[in-house]
T-cell receptor
Framework: ETGVTQTPRHLVMGMTNKKSLKCEQH?????MYWYKQSAKKPLELMFV???????ENNSVPSRFSPECPNSSHLFLHLHTLQPEDSALYLCASSQRGPQETQYFGPGTRLLVL | RKEVEQDPGPFNVPEGATVAFNCTHSNSASQSFFWYRQDCRKEPKLLMSVYSSGNEDGRFTAQLNRASQYISLLIRDSKLSDSATYLCVVDNFNKFYFGSGTKLNVKP
């Protein structure tokens, strides 16, 4: 299944590092999302992009910076993260409209040391 | 109060058993509902969409009670491969809210 791809799949970084997560969707969708999933907690919506425009920033700290250059690609730039930011970061896409459904990428498992 | 509430489980059932999960949500205006399945260390995958009072797909039946703000998932004839966490998802005008999930362990 390659509808939504994410790279890297695993990432270990120090608190002073800068890294970026990449997501690409091959489904022709017009909305993309970043979610954070920590152990034993529900998925937390971070950012939403509709037609490349950010429509939702769910009170996410500025050390997370999203970028959506086109409707197929989504990035999450990371800098000066904290150990509590360690989590699974999931990208999803959907086609806006009735009966909208989200499809997820495999996620990037991030460990901040 | 959480937007979507689920019993975390785990539900430990033998193969062949019937098991039901419940989910409640807090917004009576919610339009669409979904059940996703998430295997350990994997991404959530869509299991069923629930747009009307309910629907059935093979061994899986989802039911929706809009008045009670309640969604259920019934799995009949459980298989070992059904072991996973089942996420209830509610769409409030294109904003998706996820429950914490209910863990199912199907044992031989």
């Amino acid at each position: 299944e390659t509808g939504v791809t994410q790279t890297p799949r695993h990432l270990v970084m120090g608190m002073t590092n800068k890294k970026s997560l990449k997501c690409e969707q091959h489904l022709g969708h017009n909305a993309m999302y970043w979610y954070k999933q920590s152990a034993k907690k529900p998925l937390e919506l971070m950012f939403v992009y509709n037609f490349k425009e950010q429509t939702e920033n769910n009170s996410v700290p500025s050390r997370f910076s999203p970028e959506c250059p086109n409707s197929s690609h989504l990035f999450l730039h990371l800098h000066t993260l904290q150990p509590e930011d360690s989590a699974l970061y999931l990208c999803a896409s959907s086609q806006r409209g009735p009966q909208e459904t989200q499809y997820f990428g495999p996620g990037t498992r991030l460990l901040v040391l | 109060r959480k937007e979507v509430e689920q019993d975390p489980g785990p539900f430990n059932v033998p193969e062949g058993a019937t098991v039901a999960f419940n989910c409640t949500h807090s917004n009576s205006a919610s339009q669409s509902f979904f059940w996703y399945r998430q295997d350990c260390r994997k991404e959530p995958k869509l299991l069923m969409s629930v747009y009307s009072s309910g629907n059935e797909d093979g061994r899986f039946t989802a039911q929706l009670n809009r008045a009670s703000q309640y969604i259920s998932l019934l799995i009949r004839d459980s298989k070992l491969s059904d072991s996973a966490t089942y996420l209830c998802v509610v769409d409030n005008f294109n904003k998706f809210y996820f429950g914490s999930g209910t863990k199912l362990n199907v044992k031989p």
